[in-house]
Nanobody, 125 residues
Framework: QVQLVESGGGLVQAGGSLRLSCAAS????????MGWFRQAPGKERDFVAS????????VYADSVKGRFAISRDNAKNTVYLQMNSLKPEDTAIYYC??????????????????WGQGTQVTVSS
């Protein structure tokens, strides 16, 4: 069992930055891939970024490529999402997901074994 808790969301003006964190607890001795997904009001949950256990393999949605950066610190059992040049269309609840695998999730939310509760990101224009 793995528990994931997101933090770092909030209200920011367009063009601003936020850094989200996802702290894992419980079965943290296992290797796991991590990813970020987001869900806007009235929309389905979409892929944002993912990272393998090693941190070598990263994948980004086209809509955030060049603006967002995913990273992880396995010693701290934490994955991060640095979000720069934020746009109003980035407004959503951001969810952290984990897969018990050394390999990246890629863009596959259906491979997620554990989800966090989400953190709200609101970008004003």
């Amino acid at each position: 069992q793995v528990q994931l808790v997101e933090s770092g969301g909030g209200l920011v003006q367009a063009g601003g930055s936020l850094r989200l964190s996802c702290a894992a607890s419980g079965r943290t001795d296992s290797t796991y891939a991590m990813g970020w997904f987001r869900q806007a009001p009235g929309k389905e949950r979409d892929f944002v970024a993912s990272i393998s256990w090693s941190g070598v393999n990263t994948v980004y949605a086209d809509s955030v490529k060049g603006r967002f950066a995913i990273s992880r610190d396995n010693a701290k059992n934490t994955v991060y999402l640095q979000m720069n040049s934020l746009k109003p269309e980035d407004t959503a609840i951001y969810y952290c997901g984990a897969r018990l695998s050394r390999h990246s999730l890629g863009t596959r939310g259906d491979l997620v074994d554990y989800w966090g509760q989400g953190t709200q990101v609101t970008v004003s224009s």
